[in-house]
């Protein structure tokens, strides 16, 4: 089969042959339909910190049909359409019987994606219902982790919500946001290349950082917003959102930041804000996040940016790293 394969660091992706995967017992052979790339797969190609190898396929937003089953498959079979939850647990303690496999402690994150075949467990894989499309099913992780960021923040309906950071899991907490019923729902970037994807989605408003970011932030929320998404993972952004918080509100961080970071805590003690770490989802935000799929005014399908097949998909994969009107980017392996 084809895959683009993880060459070294700060080299891009190379497209190559490699053996097709053999399902092992309670797992099944993905014919794999997309893949969206992730900023975290741009992370882990740029930074030693991730122990990624040369040859590894990554990948972990991904949908695909089952064309082989390994001994027991879920209740799944041959034909069926899924979408793939990255984190694999062990299946038997408590963490993954709760459906939280994330807090398994021999969890494991996998990858496989971009490339045309991948075997995974059959219990990280939910049936897509019928009508929804495996060309979108790669949406459910991406969505799924903005999912577990509104549980964690405990928004209710009515809250002001400010989301710093326009990229892709920002633009699916709007989503998320405005279909659990925020009353304001706005983003903050550095420029305004995603707007009108982000009133697409459910925003209510957008705004361009600039040093009056705060008094934008405010006009634009009706006062200080209840609950700030930091969605963007650099150095003092969690800071930033401490500014822009209402006395006693909270921040919940979803950015992935692999540096160390520093915050002014006499600031954030002062108003009593909260700080809340998100991360990874359980498989009930899971299937919520593939209902989703099949939504109504607002749809999560207004993320996808683009569609390539493995042969350009490097190039599109680096582009990435600078800021474009791009969001998220499917491969579609057997595409051209």
Known sequence: MKAALFDRIGAPLVVGDVDDPKPQRGQLLLKVCRCGICGSDLHMTAEEVFGVRKGDVLGHEFSGEVVEIGGEAGGLKVGDHVSVAPMRGCGHCPSCLRGEPAWCEKMTLIGGGYAQYAAVDASQCRRLPWGISPADGALAEPLAVALHGITQSGLKPGDTVLIVGAGAIGLAVAFWARRQGARKVVLADLSDLQAQRAMALGATGFVVSHDDIAVQAAAACDGRPDIVFECVGRPGM????????????????????????????????????????????????????????????????????????????????EALRKRTTQCKVLIDPFGK
């Open 238 to 317: 969690i800071d930033h959102c401490i500014s822009l918080v209402r006395q006693r509100g909270k921040i919940v961080v979803l950015g992935l930041c692999t540096a160390v970071d520093h915050m002014d805590s006499f600031r954030a003690i002062s108003k009593e804000v909260t700080i809340v770490m998100s991360v990874f989802f359980n498989m009930h935000e899971f299937a919520t996040a593939i209902d989703a799929l099949d939504s109504g005014r607002f749809t999560p399908q207004n993320l996808i940016s683009d569609v390539v097949g493995l042969g350009d998909m490097p190039m599109a994969f």
